[in-house]
């Protein structure tokens, strides 16, 4: 059974740094990307940034995240620089396979003061 397990959200100040890991176990085959969604209270899951072939991130975390990938150990990690009120929110690995999406628990941030 696949689980994938996010650990490093928490409470930050405007401004501040935060790294996020994502922990795969069990088995996956042919993992076409990684990657990380936030949703907001009240607002849609919408897309951070994802790696496959290419790197993709959301307009408004550009130049302040930076996600990598361990392709070895199936991990995929989200560090957050200059972190702002409006990026609080519930964070979420996904993984997607040939075959399926996989999605992780989140991990609550909170950006505040």
């Known amino acids: 059974q696949v689980q994938l397990v996010e650990s490093g959200g928490g409470l930050v100040q405007p401004g501040g740094s935060l790294g996020l890991s994502c922990a795969t176990s069990?088995?996956?085959?042919?993992?076409?990307?990684m990657g990380w969604y936030r949703q907001a209270p009240g607002k849609q899951r919408e897309l951070v940034a994802a790696?496959?072939?290419?790197?993709e991130y959301a307009d408004f975390v550009k130049g302040r995240f930076t996600i990598s990938r361990d392709n070895g150990k199936n991990m995929v990690y989200l560090q957050m620089n200059s972190l702002k009120a409006e990026d609080t929110a519930v964070y979420y690995c996904?993984?997607?396979?040939?075959?399926?999406?996989?999605w992780g628990q989140g991990t609550q941030v909170t950006v505040s003061s």
């Open positions: 996904n993984v997607v396979s040939r075959s399926k999406s996989y």
């Open positions: 069990g088995t996956i085959f042919s993992i076409y990307s």
């Open positions: 790696v496959s072939s290419r790197t």
